[in-house]
Structure formats: C-alpha cells, structure tokens
C-alpha cells in the first residue's frame, strides 16, 4: 500500500455553488490546506450568473492569506 501523500501548505479556498458537491468538505482538507470555503445557494455558472458573489469571495479569500 501506499502511504497517503502530506497535506499541502498552500492556503486554499473553495467556493461551492447551489448545484455542487457539499460532502465533498471532509476529502479536499484531507488534503489540501482549506483556509476558506463558501457556499452559496444561488447562481448556477458563477462567472456569469453571480459574479458579484464569485468576485467578493475572492477577495474575502486573498485577504485572509495576505
């Protein structure tokens, strides 16, 4: 068997949208530094339906790390 690979270091946020995958919280901090996680209940593609949303989560995001 293969020993699990080490958490990574680099802070790392994740925004979910209304038609994402909320379960998937436990797996990505098994393996990635989560520093910021969203979740949001509306806007399908967020780019183009939120991106008022998408945008301010960035920012929330790069201002915790930096």
Do not use: Q
Not at 46 to 59: Q, Y
């Amino acid at each position: 068997m293969f020993a699990p690979a080490p958490k990574g270091a680099v802070p790392t946020g994740v925004a979910v949208f209304k038609d994402g995958d909320y379960a998937i919280r436990r797996f990505a901090e098994k393996a990635h530094n989560i520093t910021h996680w969203s979740e949001f209940y509306s806007g399908g593609h967020p780019a183009l339906e939120v991106p008022d949303l998408l945008i301010g989560d960035f920012r929330e995001f790069f201002c915790t790390i930096g």
